[in-house]
């Protein structure tokens, strides 16, 4: 039946009145008496107040207006146990979520060791240890000469210090605790820490758009989604173990500030921009997808005061924080990344300006008003624009960075920065890799978006935005599979939420003895959402309803509507019980146990993805096979045989996969590394790697190298090793240095190392170093990776000599032969040569400049 809604502070009392609905939303600061009065003069309606807490004692006094409104006031206590019962279980949940999330990614070091993962974690590891050691402002001043020989690189001007900053506060923190743990152990456990504050955050961030019980049900997702799992393992020390928390908690409070209007919130969120801009350089994708739903909003007519609070402080406050991280600076105003931020500021205040002057001036008025602005507008917007286009037309890339370019055009860095196309995870995905890193949640994606619709508010339509422009930049970028795992479990979460409430309440309703005391409670419930509802987004047209003065308009359609009041109140039962019991009792329990096998293959798909998929760290490998488990530690046996065995002034060249290894685990020097700011140094090594022995030697003679590391999968069935990557060393170096050409080494256009394998190919340095003495380990010289025998078996080495290759052959390190002995094996003459005329030929065999 219609019910009466009061409002006591945060609890509701539902009265039933036997009228038919229409809601009536009041002011908390109108007295009790007004109150009763505005309900005797709209006695046909229901009513909706909301009363301050003091006239929850006075409702017993009322009750010759509501008969039962004492007893709803007696159940208003059960309610509000039943409430404060539910938040505690709340917190006890998001507890045990965040015990989830941290667990489920310690099975990397259960199974294996703490220790730090793949190539990039272990620059941050390094500088790390420099910042707890030498403080913070050695840490923003540091040149670091061990990299990028003979260049070098100034570390606190270069990199994102979120990270790094964020572990060394806790290790310095714990350490004051008198908790003496190691910096490496701090390292490895970071981004479990934070993939429980992401749970959080994604929960408080689902509760903002659908309620408490979406929120959780997107947690747990998201602690368990293989996506996040394979960048927040233990171990794996990168700048998205904390981006991730950072990026949700921009978002968090974004809605948040949105919701409430409150320029706390509001200051709070250009706060935690400013940690997402310290953290990852896809900070760029908050400062572009906010900007887009506040157009959208302004756009589809949703625009409010709460929207341009949630809005230009950001932009301001976030602008002017992330112009102070050094490896932003200037780019904050400067490139093309942030244009669309600060042409939406432009519009959200003409908005603004229109809808001020529109509440003070009459229409007439209004209109010259409006006329004007525009113009005025429209100039200011025509004369920005074209300041960006002179800015942009100045850069050769638009103002847009070479990434940034890739994700726009995905055929951009294949044709013109071929380091980007190189790295694998900058490769588009395959469809087997989203059932792989979301699973279930791809199917549950198009569910959640339906009911972001039912209804549609400025929440919901932030998270459908969030989710269509994630599920293309994942489509681009494999890496960004990341980015799209936050946005899958919210809408999962969504989906499942409603499609549980759905199933649950039909079963409710059709249980035999209780379904005509449900139907009427769910009457209730239906009623108090729509009138939540209706209260949220209209809270204007309410407060005019107040305010309007009753006409004879009025009271003819007052009239008309308590003639009709007793046709519609059995229709009105009839359509909300037609809405709430959708399915029949058997369907609901078929499809509550559907969701539930659904879920619990969610979680073995999850556990085994992070036990098995995820948890091997790149340095330590395994492999199974009919002896047992065999694990290769050949890496950290070669890091530490250049450690033990080489000068420390020693520099060593490898592809620039292993630069950040090299020089955190062996401390030695490196040509390049992964950081890859200077394309023409790597294509430097791209070319020597491609070129022929002696002119290899040259070059990297030129660049003071000692020792040159391969790495080589052929007797184990390693594929990511130097041979597989050969070919974008050639592309990288073809693209600097024109002599170097790639179908000099393509057989009729196919990639070969056998028999037909090219001459160019045969005899270039890589192949040399890569193939040197395999022969020699089965006798027939058959790479397990390429599963060919190779085509040159007996190789000579004239300028590099072989000092260490790893138990199974996966690292190989060669050293240069000093020019010395290459002119004394040369130039072999009889003994009765005269000593000047020897030393008149060693000055005239001086080393030539490779570069001429």
Not at 138 to 161: A, C, E, K, S
Request: aromatic share 12%; hydrophobic share 45%.
């Amino acid at each position: 039946m219609p019910i009466i809604v009061i409002s006591v502070g945060n609890r509701f009392v539902y009265v039933p009145a036997n009228k038919p609905q229409c809601p009536i939303s009041t002011k908390e600061s109108l007295p009790l008496h007004r109150l009763l009065e505005t309900y005797k003069t709209k006695a046909p309606y229901s009513l909706t107040l909301s009363l301050p807490l003091d006239i929850y004692f006075q409702l017993k006094s009322v009750t010759h207006f509501w008969p039962s409104m004492a007893a709803a006031a007696e159940t208003s206590s059960q309610r509000t146990l039943r409430n404060a019962f539910g938040s505690v279980l709340a917190f006890f949940i998001l507890l045990l979520i965040g015990v989830l999330a941290f667990s489920i990614r310690l099975f990397s070091v259960i199974k294996y060791e703490s220790v730090i993962h793949e190539f990039d974690p272990y620059f941050n590891y390094r500088v790390t240890q420099f910042l707890t050691k030498n403080g913070i402002y050695d840490f923003w001043n540091w040149f670091d000469d061990r990299t990028w020989y003979p260049l070098g690189r100034v570390i606190g001007g270069t990199v994102y210090p979120g990270l790094t900053l964020t572990a060394g506060t806790i290790w310095r923190i714990l350490n004051s605790l008198n908790i003496p743990l190691s910096v490496e152990t701090v390292c490895v456990f970071t981004a479990p820490i934070f993939s429980a504050f992401a749970s959080w955050a994604t929960y408080l961030l689902t509760k903002e758009v659908k309620g408490a019980g979406a929120g959780l049900t997107a947690a747990v997702l998201l602690a368990m989604v293989p996506s996040y799992i394979s960048r927040s393992v233990a171990g794996s020390y990168d700048n998205e173990a904390v981006a991730i928390f950072a990026l949700i908690f921009t978002f968090y409070l974004y809605i948040k500030t949105l919701n409430t209007g409150s320029l706390f919130y509001a200051t709070l969120n250009a706060i935690a921009y400013f940690y997402m801009v310290c953290s990852w350089g896809g900070y760029t994708f908050i400062i572009n997808l906010i900007p887009m739903h506040v157009l959208l909003c302004i756009v589809t007519g949703r625009y409010s005061s709460r929207l341009y609070i949630a809005y230009a402080p950001l932009v301001v406050l976030g602008t002017l924080l992330a112009s102070l991280v050094p490896v932003v600076g200037f780019n904050a105003v400067m490139t093309s990344e942030h244009f669309a931020s600060f042409l939406v500021f432009i519009v959200i205040h003409v908005v603004a300006l229109v809808y001020y002057i529109k509440g003070i001036l009459s229409a007439k008025m209004f209109k010259v008003a409006v006329t004007l602005v525009v113009s005025i507008g429209l100039v200011v917007c025509c004369a920005v624009i074209a300041v960006l286009i002179a800015l942009v037309a100045s850069s050769p890339t638009m103002g847009w960075s070479g990434r940034s370019l890739s994700l726009l055009d995905p055929t951009y860095a294949s044709k013109y920065i071929p380091i980007i196309a190189s790295v694998s995870e900058h490769q588009p995905p395959t469809w087997p890799s989203y059932f792989m890193d979301i699973n279930v949640l791809a199917f549950l994606v198009p569910a959640g978006i339906i009911a972001c619709f039912l209804p549609l508010s400025d929440a919901s339509s932030f998270v459908i935005l969030y989710i269509v422009t994630s599920v293309y930049f994942s489509g681009v970028m494999v890496r960004l599979m990341l980015v799209l795992a936050p946005a899958a479990c919210i809408m999962s979460g969504i989906a499942l939420s409603q499609a549980f409430d759905v199933f649950t309440r039909s079963i409710k309703f059709q249980l035999p003895g209780i379904s005509g005391k449900s139907e009427v409670d769910a009457g209730e419930t239906s009623s108090s959402s729509v009138v939540a509802e209706n209260d949220a987004a209209k809270p204007d047209k309410s407060e005019e309803t107040l305010k309007e003065r009753p006409s004879r308009k009025n009271k003819k359609k007052e009239k008309g509507q308590v003639e009709k009041a007793n046709v519609e109140k059995n229709s009105t039962k009839s359509k909300i019980e037609k809405r709430l019991l959708v399915l029949p009792l058997e369907a609901s329990v078929i499809a509550l146990l559907l969701l539930v096998f659904l879920g619990a293959f969610y979680v073995v798909h999850c556990v085994w993805a992070a036990a098995e998929a995820y948890s091997a760290p790149s340095i330590v490998l395994t492999s199974h096979s009919n002896d047992g488990l065999h694990v290769f530690d050949d890496f950290r046996e070669a890091y530490a045989w250049l450690r033990h065995n080489t000068e420390v002034d020693d520099k060593v060249a490898s592809w620039w996969d292993y630069g950040y290894q090299t020089t955190a685990m062996a401390n030695r020097t490196v040509i390049v590394d992964n950081n890859t700011w200077n394309n023409t140094h790597i294509a430097t090594v791209g070319t020597a790697m491609s070129s022929p022995e002696k002119a290899a030697w040259e070059i990297f003679n030129s660049l003071d190298v000692k020792y040159v590391l391969v790495v080589f999968g052929g007797l184990v069935g390693y594929p990511s090793d130097d041979i597989n990557k050969f070919l974008w060393m050639v592309r990288i170096g073809g693209g600097v240095f024109p002599h170097i050409k790639e179908p000099d080494y393509l057989r009729d256009g196919q990639y070969r190392i056998d028999s037909q394998a090219t001459p160019t190919m045969l005899n270039c340095l890589m192949y040399k170093l890569s193939y040197y003495r395999f022969v020699d380990s089965d006798g027939k010289g058959f790479d397990r990776v390429r599963r060919t025998e190779i085509g040159k078996k007996y190789i000579k080495l004239t300028h590099f000599e072989e000092v260490f290759t790893t138990h199974h052959w996966m690292v190989r390190i060669y050293k240069l032969k000093p020019p010395k002995n290459r002119i004394r094996g040369k130039t072999k003459k009889s003994k009765s040569k005269t000593s000047t005329t020897s030393s008149s030929r060693k000055s005239g065999a001086r080393k030539k400049n490779p570069w001429h």
